[in-house]
């Protein structure tokens, strides 16, 4: 894990700023003689730097994207608890963790301290920006926002706004997190059971009818109580309580739903998507209902450049990161 420290004011799209931000991230690899080899990997929802650790089968090692061939960088973002500025970090002008004082933040904001950073490493050009979900909607912005600096895209499960269906399903998990009775303390641990609720609402868009259904069934049909869709369930929300934290699950929900590509630009979404000309490679999954085909399909319409792939997997929106082996096959054959 490196750091950035950045003791700047740190202007936010919302019309705020933070005495200066810390940047945690990876790299792997190195640069080669003409910098022409980084690949810049943007992170989902509770996901941290850790590329290789996370997204096996195609960033790392045994993945497409390996450290003997590339320069791999991935930056924990703005507002997580992994190691970058969030509302755990202590506040310069009360001298206590911000909490639920934490500044609203946005895509852009992400993106914003991931161009620090770029410029920290000295990096003049992205070979490949790639993201799935949450990750995605970064790699679009900064495809905005630095045109001159990106060569190619790989997007997956993503969209290039959130979507109403995602903005209900979010808007429901933090009401999880508020109805928690700790969540008003100021206290690190506010809000941990509200947050367990929180993701046991996700899963059901993580995955599928079909996948719960195959794998969670119960053999014993004599059962009135303890099924084992309901311990699977529980079991999920206790992880992430366990490694995670419900501010910033609350706030980065807010800052997904804050995704629209064509706000403040003066041009629809479609306008805004032609004017991505990097080759780009979109890749959606069939049994996702968070983040639909659909979504994937409108993307590919509207670049100049683009290349659609339409994977198999019963894992839904969970398949950007489950389904490694068929992600790497289908991103070795286009790059």
């Not at 608890?81 to 755990?88: D, I, Q, R």
Request: contains cysteine; charged residues 20%.
């Amino acid at each position: 894990m490196n750091y950035l420290n950045y003791e700047q004011p740190f202007e936010l799209e919302g019309g705020t700023s933070l005495e200066g931000i810390t940047i945690s991230y990876h790299t792997y690899g190195q640069l080669n003689k003409d910098r022409s080899n980084v690949v810049w990997v943007c992170h989902a929802l509770t996901a941290n730097s850790d590329a290789a650790g996370w997204w096996p089968g195609v960033v790392g090692m045994d993945g497409v994207i390996t450290p003997e061939k590339y320069f791999i960088v991935c930056a924990n973002i703005l507002g997580s608890c992994y190691g970058s500025t969030g509302p755990l970090n202590v506040d310069p002008a009360t001298g206590k963790p911000y909490y639920h004082e934490f500044p609203m933040i946005t895509i852009r904001d992400m993106v914003k301290a991931h161009i620090l950073l770029r410029q920290h490493l000295g990096i003049e050009k992205i070979d490949l920006l790639m993201g799935g979900s949450m990750g995605g909607y970064q790699a679009l912005e900064w495809a905005v926002m630095e045109p001159q600096r990106i060569g190619r895209l790989f997007l997956i499960a993503t969209s290039p706004t959130e979507s109403a269906w995602g903005i209900a399903v979010h808007t429901a998990q933090r009401l999880a997190i508020e109805a928690d009775g700790t969540w008003l303390e100021a206290s690190a641990h506010a809000g941990r059971k509200g947050m367990k609720a929180a993701r046991a609402i996700g899963m059901l868009t993580y995955r599928n009818y079909n996948i719960m259904v195959a794998r969670q069934t119960d053999p014993d049909h004599s059962k009135l109580d303890n099924f084992r869709a309901s311990s699977y369930i529980i079991y999920q929300g206790e992880k992430l309580v366990n490694r995670f934290n419900a501010y910033s699950y609350w706030l980065l929900t807010k800052a997904m739903d804050s995704h629209q590509l064509a706000r403040g630009r003066g041009k629809t979404v479609e306008q805004v998507l032609g004017s991505i000309t990097q080759p780009t490679l979109v890749m959606g999954i069939g049994s996702d209902i968070l983040c639909p085909l659909e979504e994937q399909r409108f993307i590919a319409r509207h670049l100049p450049n683009a290349t659609l792939a339409e994977i198999d997997s019963v894992y839904g929106h969970d398949g950007f990161i489950v389904e490694g082996a068929k992600i790497r096959q289908c991103l070795r054959e286009w790059m």
